[in-house]
């Protein structure tokens, strides 16, 4: 369930690309000072929209720098960090050791077996710092897992668990918005989890897999409807965050909330409205 909290880097100034492109650095930087060059591989874009949006909200003090890395050796690149990529970074190790071992428990995938392994004392770690966040992570994961090992087709049950995940882990500390980041990020949750759910819907159907979508599916329920699904809780999650007092960066989590989070979706829909079209030009 990674990859969709994303910017959409084609509607964005100049600017706005190298300010997201130097906090999203700067996690990598966190990632790695913080839990090595394992911990950098976990990184993902999902976790640069929580930094903007903590940053946003308790203004920590930044160190801005440059630096080459592994993956970009040759060039320098700009790069922010604070207590709040230390914190996503976190976070990040956290869910990554997780899934892996979610993937391991349902799908008996070794690979995803040693990861975890390699991951392990980094995610106790964070954990002793994080109690709060990572035993909610673990709660929501377990029941989540019950539910589809149980085959139980009810997918705002499986959404909410997801949501209350991503929820617990934007609240940094417990203070006056607490509660509103609780509901902006449960509704980004459940709008990934469904979301996720909606893409894979084909593949899991070919393959015999469960999918929380699949009585609706055979009920007649179709793309349009999940769309309108989506529409919905990714709708609650912007009047959420637009009730926090949030100025810096704006524009850049606007575009993620209002456009890059579709991005994987309205790819997929192509890829399977030329598929469509393929079948029908072979008769």
Request: charged share 30%; aromatic share 8%; glycine share 6%.
């Amino acid at each position: 369930m990674f990859g969709y909290v994303i910017a959409n880097t084609e509607i964005m100034s100049d600017e706005e690309k190298a300010r997201y492109k130097s906090v999203y650095c700067g996690l990598c930087r966190s990632l790695k000072e913080r839990h090595g060059t394992l911990g950098r591989l976990t990184l993902t874009y999902d976790m640069t929209f929580l930094v903007l949006v903590l940053s946003s909200l308790y203004e920590p003090q930044e160190s801005c720098g440059s630096e080459r890395c592994a993956p970009h050796p040759f060039k320098r690149h700009s790069c922010v960090t604070s207590k709040i990529s230390d914190y996503a970074a976190d976070m990040n190790v956290a869910l990554a050791y997780l899934k892996k071992l979610d993937d391991w428990k349902d799908d008996k995938n070794l690979p995803a077996l040693l990861s975890a392994k390699l991951l392990k004392r980094k995610y106790l770690r964070v954990k002793a710092q994080h109690p709060r966040q990572c035993m909610a992570m673990e709660r929501c994961l377990s029941e989540l897992s019950k539910l589809e090992k149980d085959k139980v087709c009810d997918p705002d049950a499986a959404a909410k668990l997801f949501g209350g995940l991503m929820g617990e882990l934007f609240v940094w500390q417990e203070d006056r918005w607490s509660a509103v980041l609780r509901e902006m990020a449960g509704s980004l949750g459940e709008f990934i989890y469904i979301m996720d759910a909606a893409v894979d819907l084909p593949k899991d159907i070919k393959r015999g897999r469960f999918n929380p979508l699949r009585e609706l599916h055979d009920a007649g329920r179709g793309d349009e409807y999940f769309k309108e699904i989506l529409t919905m809780l990714i709708g609650d999650c912007t009047i959420a965050f637009e009730k926090l007092p949030l100025v810096e960066d704006i524009s850049i989590m606007r575009n993620i909330l209002c456009s890059g989070v579709w991005a994987r979706y309205e790819l997929e829909m192509v890829k399977r409205k030329t598929a469509k079209g393929a079948n029908l030009n072979d008769f």
